[in-house]
């Protein structure tokens, strides 16, 4: 399993907490040892030292000495909150997300590999195929975004995008349910993603830029639609 080498200790530390958290890697799971690790994602072992102490700050991976490293057995409860948004907390993760993203967008189109510029058309692909079910796009939404991130071979700004990721899911959730609502599909929301892809393909970073605010103000506009439906 090769990662982009930009993305390197962040991008492994996301893969591995995916795989923790859908339970591919269970609670008290040893993991394998650095050398197998950095064998697997084709890495240096000061990387893969690097991305389990970004885990074992998470509280999502524990060290046992002489014995190797596990997955936790009480593991911390999500990020994601328990309660809908505020109005307000949405207001700020969209300006958030317009600084970040628009920043990730220009960098994107001046530093993608082929690689990552291959791995953005696969996850506007897997928003396409998940376009039918407004349950599985938000999570498809997700990864096309942390592809993004990791395009702009920048591993704070990727670290950032990671650390608002279950924030992210809940807004682009009720930006799915909001598009339903409108358009009866999902069909603009893939086709403004694709847009953004073909941006940074092209190489071409005020229209990444654009493409990505544009998808981020629509998407607000969207979510507090519904919030102002929920006023009424």
Same mark, same amino acid.
């Given at each position: ?99 970040? @993203? #628009?920043?990730?967008? $220009?960098?994107?189109?001046? %530093?993608? *590999? ?5 791995? !953005?058309?696969? /996850? +506007? ?51 799915? @349910? #909001?598009?339903?609502? $409108?358009?009866?599909?999902? %069909?603009? *929301? ?5 847009? !953004?892809?073909? /941006? +940074? ?32």
């Amino acid at each position: 399993m090769r990662v982009a080498r930009e993305t390197l200790p962040a991008g492994i530390a996301v893969q591995l907490r995916r795989q923790i958290e859908t339970g591919e890697l269970p609670a008290g799971e040893q993991l394998p040892g650095h050398r197998g690790l950095a064998a697997q994602f084709d890495v240096s072992l000061s990387t893969i030292r690097e991305a389990i102490s970004m885990l074992v700050s998470d509280g999502l991976i524990t060290t046992r000495a002489g014995r190797g490293t596990f997955v936790a057995v009480d593991l911390p409860v999500q990020s994601r909150p328990g309660r809908p948004l505020l109005r307000a907390e949405v207001e700020e993760l969209v300006e958030a997300r317009e600084m970040i @993203e #628009a920043q990730l967008a $220009r960098l994107a189109a001046e %530093r993608a *590999s082929d690689d990552q510029i291959a791995a !953005l058309r696969d /996850a +506007v692909e897997r928003m396409h195929d998940a376009s039918a079910s407004p349950a599985l796009y938000p999570d498809a939404d997700v990864d096309f975004h942390l592809a993004l991130a990791a395009a702009a071979n920048n591993r704070y700004l990727f670290q950032a995008m990671s650390d608002i990721r279950d924030l992210l899911r809940d807004d682009m959730e009720l930006g799915a @349910e #909001a598009a339903i609502r $409108r358009f009866g599909s999902l %069909r603009v *929301s893939v086709e403004s993603h694709q847009h !953004l892809c073909e /941006a +940074v393909a092209s190489r071409d970073a005020a229209a990444a830029e654009a493409a990505v605010v544009a998808i981020v103000k629509r998407n607000k506009e969207f979510v507090l639609g519904l919030y102002a439906l929920g006023e009424e």
